[in-house]
Structures are given as C-alpha cells and as structure tokens.
C-alpha cells in the first residue's frame, strides 16, 4: 500500500478526526476531509488541519470519526462509492465495535477505537500527538485480509500508538468497566455537587486535586455518549450493577464503622492504583517473531489476539510474501520480554515460528 503520495480522507473533523489528519499530515500524507458542518470542514481547511475538502477516491486510508449511530451509515456509503482504489483500508474511531462488525460486511473495513481523547472539546482541541502512547484498538475478524490489517496496524504505529488486537466483544465488554462507566461516574459526582452547591454556596470552592482529578472527564463533549452508552447497554448495565453492589457494600462498612474493612478496601484499591501501567511505550529491546501461517480464515485474528491475551504489544506487522492461496509468514515485531511466552503459545496452537533479533 503504497504510493508516490500518500493519501488519506478522514470523515469528521472534530477532536479526534481533526488530531488523525494531523497526525497523518505529519507522516508525510495529503489529507482530505469531510464534515456535514461546512463551516467546520472550512475551519479545518484554513488551519491547515486538512489539505483539501471533500473524497477522494485515491485515498489508501479513510477514517470514519463520526459519533456510533453514523458510524454504519458512513462506512457503508463510503465503501460503496465506485471507482474507490482496490487496496483501500476503511476504518473508525468509535468505542463500541461489536455491532459494527455485524452490520458491516466488508473486507475492506478494519474496526479501530483510540484510546484517547481531550477535555478540549472540538477542532480546537486537535493536536498530532494526542494519541502518542496510547493503545489503539483493533478488531481483526476472521475474514479480515493480512495485508490490510498490517497496513492500518502500521499507519497506528505511525501515530505514536500501540497498535492492540482485540475480539469486538471483548473490547465493548472491557471498554465498558475503564471507560464508559467512568465517565458516567464522573458525570454523576459532578452532578451531584453541582446540585449540592445549589444550597451550600461554598462546595465548589472546596472542589480541590481529588475532586478535579475524580471529575475531569466530565467536562467531554456530551454529544457522543447517549449513542455510546445506547449501543453498549448490556456490558454498561452490568458493570454499574457489580459498582452498586461495591458502593453499597461501602456504606454498610461506614455506617457500622467497620475501620478494618474499609482500611482493606482503601488497601487493595491503592496498592492497584499504583500499580496501574504508565503510558504505554514502545519497548526499548525489539525481536521479529516470524510465524508460519496457512491461508485459512481467522489465521491473522488468532496470532493477533493471542498476542493480546498475554500482554504482548505488536509494534509492526508485515507480511513476507502474499499468504492468498498458500503458505507465508506473518513477521511480528514485539517486546523481547514477551516473545518467549507467546512463541510457546502460538506452538501449542500448532503455529511454526521462530524469533530474530533486530540489529
């Protein structure tokens, strides 16, 4: 996938679509983008977030960064225009992937979800590096094509991000517990001391670094999220009835003034608090590790995944040669650190594969 130009269209250039043309703007692409707010789409042009508006159809990439309930509505309007070069990748950045899959039935389209974002809200928020070290998601399927999803994989890296294979379903599941009901958290604390406030004048003057820092991402943009939360409803549902169930459990220990449980419960919490990952980075000590794979569908979801389960980032992905209609190799380049565990866990799965330093 390559060219003499290269070229991208993002569709949506709020915070995260104008900060992916940035970024792509960046690695050397010509980007053209799409918003149904002319005066938005004008906006980007001037200030050279995007170098031209509208499609076009010799595009390698393009980017749907439209809320969840255009997400289908787009994606399958821009596949189906003729005329679209072959090799195309289409791809997204909504957080919620499991319908998306099932509604859209097109090789050319790769699921993909950056974790990241900005309080900042809109074009003005937009930055290149607003997804370095971050994870950005991807939902290989079984169908998905090893050349495509090696090159978006790739494109992700380019961004700064790590690149993070995951089943759509499991995504919309984990996404639930570490974003989407923490924002609905934050947004019920703010709420509740915005309505505090209402009679004691004085709470928001009290809102001091715990507050803020417990209540920052409720300052996004609303826009996205009724659609978010509607599409993910189920793995919403059930993880703030498992945090009710916990917040319950707390004020019971309160109320008694059961010192030695709640001084457990602060114990367990801030000593995984701590222990949380820094941002993800790139490790210092890289291997290839080159696996032996047949054509058969849902190969590339599999090492992909696997890889995931057991923590190992994929820092790039290339394809030896062709794997249509035979034999090829899928060339890793991942962590020395993890290349020991999942090398065993692809040979128990019957893979051939071997590992080679990188000089």
């Known amino acids: 996938m390559t060219s003499a130009l290269r070229r991208a269209v993002v569709i949506g250039v709020g915070l995260i679509g104008g900060s992916v043309a940035l970024g792509l703007k960046e690695q050397g692409f010509f980007v053209s983008g799409i918003d149904l707010n002319r005066d938005l789409e004008q906006s980007a042009l001037d200030q050279g977030v995007i170098d031209a508006v509208g499609d076009d159809l010799e595009a390698e990439l393009v980017v749907a960064c439209v809320p969840a309930q255009h997400v289908v509505e787009v994606v399958r309007a821009i596949l189906a225009v003729p005329g679209r070069r072959e090799d195309v990748v289409v791809s997204d950045v909504c957080g919620v992937k499991a319908p998306l899959g099932l509604e859209i039935d097109d090789l050319r389209f790769i699921g993909g979800h950056p974790m990241a974002g900005s309080e900042q809200l809109g074009l003005s928020g937009a930055r290149a590096d607003l997804f370095v070290g971050a994870t950005w998601v991807l939902c290989p399927t079984p169908h998905t094509q090893p050349s495509r999803y090696a090159a978006l994989s790739s494109l992700v890296t380019s961004l700064g991000a790590l690149p993070l294979a995951l089943d759509a379903g499991d995504h919309d599941r984990l996404v639930a517990v570490v974003s989407h009901v923490p924002h609905l958290m934050a947004a019920t604390l703010m709420r509740r001391a915005v309505i505090g406030s209402a009679s004691d004048g ?26 978010l939360c509607a599409t993910n409803a189920q793995a919403i549902a059930a993880t703030l009835e498992l945090i009710i169930a916990d917040l319950a459990a707390v004020r019971e220990m309160v109320l008694v003034g059961d010192r030695d449980g709640l001084f457990d419960f602060l114990t367990v919490s801030s000593q995984a608090r ?27 979801a599999e090492v992909t995944t696997i890889a995931s389960d057991l923590q190992v ?31 065993h866990s692809l040979t128990k799965r019957g893979y051939d594969c071997f590992v080679e330093e990188l000089r």
């Open 274 to 300: 701590r222990a949380l990952p820094a941002k993800q980075q790139v490790p210092t000590e890289l291997v290839m590790l080159k696996v032996v794979v047949s054509d058969q569908p849902g190969t590339l």
């Open 202 to 227: 004085a709470l928001l003057q009290l809102a001091a670094g715990g507050f803020r820092d417990m209540t920052r991402v409720a300052a996004g943009d609303p826009v996205i999220w009724p659609d």
């Open 313 to 343: 980032n994929v820092v790039d992905l290339q394809i030896a040669h062709s794997i249509e209609g035979g034999r090829g190799v899928l060339q890793l380049t991942i962590g020395k650190a993890g290349s020991q565990a999942l090398s």
